[in-house]
């Protein structure tokens, strides 16, 4: 059974640095396509991160380009998201999402999904 859990969450401060983890269960992660997507109330779930394929070039949303990376660890089956310089417009419920490979960074190409971990930005 293909199951995705999300760590690391939590309260950081503006312009703080957080990492979450994503930890991947039943299938090897480095054969599909991975992303990080992020929610916030009332609005639509949106791509953040993606790596299409294995071996692929990381994608980025403009609004994170250059604060974000996107890594992966094969031997640990898990897929990170370091996140730098974070501003309170980056709070948000993040999940990571897994599929066959090749989809494009948007939520509707991906159908497992982890339960989501809240990072909130705030002073």
């Known amino acids: 059974q293909l199951q995705l859990v999300e760590s690391g969450g939590g309260l950081v401060q503006p312009g703080g640095s957080m990492r979450l983890s994503c930890a991947a269960s039943?299938?090897?992660?480095?054969?599909?396509?991975i992303g990080w997507f992020r929610q916030v109330p009332g609005k639509a779930r949106e791509g953040v991160s993606c790596?299409?394929?294995?071996?692929?070039?990381?994608n980025y949303a403009d609004s994170v380009k250059g604060r974000f990376t996107i890594s992966r660890d094969n031997a640990k089956n898990t897929v990170y998201l370091q996140m730098n310089n974070l501003k309170p417009e980056d709070s948000a419920k993040y999940y990571c999402?897994?599929?066959?490979?090749?989809?494009?960074?948007?939520?509707?190409?991906?159908?497992?999904w982890g339960q989501g971990i809240q990072v909130t930005v705030s002073s």
């Open positions: 039943g299938f090897t992660l480095n054969d599909y396509g």
């Open positions: 790596f299409s394929s294995r071996g692929s070039i990381p």
């Open positions: 999402a897994a599929d066959l490979p090749f989809r494009f960074c948007v939520p509707g190409e991906y159908r497992s």
